[in-house]
């Protein structure tokens, strides 16, 4: 099971992307699956193709956990 997840590194806007595991307090990188910026763009300081990146948790200041039912749940617009 992955989860989807928001990094908030250190100097860098947010980074969201999907980890398999949740770090433990031992870990000194985190590997994040299909980098993209919030909006779901492609990052621009990474080359065509990544899939797969490697953080060290030293550059993390937090890390946000989305919840699967809460994305199902999020009405974008709505017009009366």
């Known amino acids: 099971m992955s ?6 590194i250190q100097n860098e806007s ?3 992307g999907e980890i398999e595991l949740l770090p433990a ?4 990188l985190i590997a994040v699956n299909n980098p993209r910026t919030k909006e779901g763009k492609d990052l621009q ?3 065509e193709g990544v899939v797969t990146v490697y953080w060290p948790v030293s550059r993390i200041n937090f890390i946000e956990i ?3 039912r809460e994305e199902e ?4 617009f709505v017009r009366e």
């Open 66 to 68: 989305v919840s699967g």
């Open 3 to 8: 989860f989807t997840v928001v990094l908030h």
């Open 45 to 47: 300081y990474l080359d």
């Open 14 to 16: 947010p980074v969201v």
């Open 73 to 76: 749940e999020i009405i974008s």
């Open 25 to 28: 307090l031992t870990d000194q």
